[in-house]
């Protein structure tokens, strides 16, 4: 579903953020990528989403090369994907049903079968007697899962998010994590960067570690570098280059 | 909950008519976004109510000017005052030579007595001219030229005219009807580049005011298009905010237009009653006051297309 290709991305200034990374991500899988800031993980998904293009190398999501994604088609391509962010990016000045509905709006369906698909999803987050309210009032929690909400009210095939429980507790963490199961386990493919590694290990999903822009380790388990990650995410130092 | 709804397959519009939705709701609610600031919103529309009021009145006064010196017409007929020795009978042959001309459009005869009674009826100097012994007054040919005419041919005409053996003088007064004329002409041409130069101020007003509100709402727009807007998408409510200035510019201006000819109606009837004339202050007609509220609209749509053009496509997500 999501095949990465030796892909490379260099930032003006001379920054390689990714280094011939590939990788492949199976239809219907929830995989999670991991490793510390600067690993290399949003740039990832930022080619995924498009938001930037790779220096070399291919980012094919659902049989689409993003090289053969022109400019003009970046909307259509994105309103197939999913996303999810670490800030949520909610729009503070319209009640939560319209920020679920927003991605309906930008396709142009109609409002009665919009409304269904926005309780639906608000639903599936169990936000429905929350729908009228400002973002504002709800918590970090509600409004992360307000985020989901919106990312797969129009039941996109893949669905990335960039640390989603980064600003949340445990318990809240895990319960968005859940919620992410739950679209797996009915056939979305997820592609999530975290670095929470305890929670991910008791989701038991595949992990995919980044390090300096390329693969560090993609085994589910593995002490030692587990150990590694986990010292590098709690310090954010980067003793590979040490 | 009614399962059988939730399970019923969605009605499908025509794309058109959700097309049309789609631009009704992004224009209702463009409009809801400028009443929740309504002071600012009022104040945009201002500007641009009294800069286009401003041609408009302009355009007005010229109109009517136009009507009240078109009734000069009589002005540039030629009197030819004949002298006093001239017969009624040679007066009579004479009006039929002349009104044979080509460069004539007709000829009238004021006798010496017909013009006597008109002065004593208009002039209040009836008492005096009784004490006359005979009438001072020529008989008078009052000589429409045809519409034809250039300024040249009305010389020669003149000239001719003049040469008459039982012309005493020709009289014409055209001169301040033609400088007047030519005014007007030039206010016209003044007013229509001023006209331009203030389209001008009110793109730059609108696209100013647009450009703020891009601004202000960078951030929306950024995620919008992390969602998979596209620029068209983006740039829409604003387009409709344009809109909506540039028409409620416009019908400002159509209102502060009427509200000063409503002020000017009153002395103006009353000096046109003094020159016994029947004009009344023309106002702005339909298709006037459809070419102001569109060009309000068209100016605003290009005020805020341009803007929007200029800054949306630099907001990309970060």
Redesign the interface.
Known sequence: MIRIEEVTKRYPGGHDALKGLSLHVEKGEMVFVTGHSGAGKSTLLRLI?L?DRPTGGQVIVDGQNTRRVSR?KI?????QIG?VFQDH???Y?RPVFDNVA??L????I????AA?KVRAALDQVSLLHKEKQSPETLSSGEQQRVGIA??IVSRPKVLIADEPTGNLDPDLSLEVMRIFRRFNEVGVTLLIASHDIALIDQLGCRRIALANGALAVEKEEDPVAEYIERMEAEQGQDHWQA | MKSSD?LAA??R?KPIT??A??HVSTAIAALGRLSRQPFASLMTVLVIGVTLALPAAMHVVIKNAQVISSSWNNALDFSVYLRTDVSLDNAQRLVNIVSQRADVESVTLVSAEDALREFREQSGFGDALDHLSRNPLPHTLVVRPSAANTEVSMGLLNEELGNLPEADFVQVDTEWVQRFHAILGILERAIAIGAALLAAAIIVIIGNTIRLDIQNRRE?IE?????????A?VRRPFLYIGMWYGLGGGLLALALVRYGLYALEEPVNRLSGLYSSAFSVLALDLSESLIIAGAGVSLGLLGSWLAAARHMRRI???
Do not use: C, Q
């Not at chain 1, 709006?105 to 142009?108: C, D, L, P």
């Not at chain 1, 109609?110 to 079968?113: K, L, M, V």
């Not at chain 2, 995620?223 to 620029?231: C, D, E, H, P």
């Open positions: 989403a938001i003009r909307p259509a391509y994105r309103r996303m990016k909610l729009l000045d927003l991605p709006v930008i396709a142009g109609g409002h009665r079968e269904r919106r990312a | 939730a969605p009605r519009r959700n097309w939705i789609r929306e995620v919008t298009k992390l969602i998979g807007a596209s620029n998408f990309e997500p970060r």
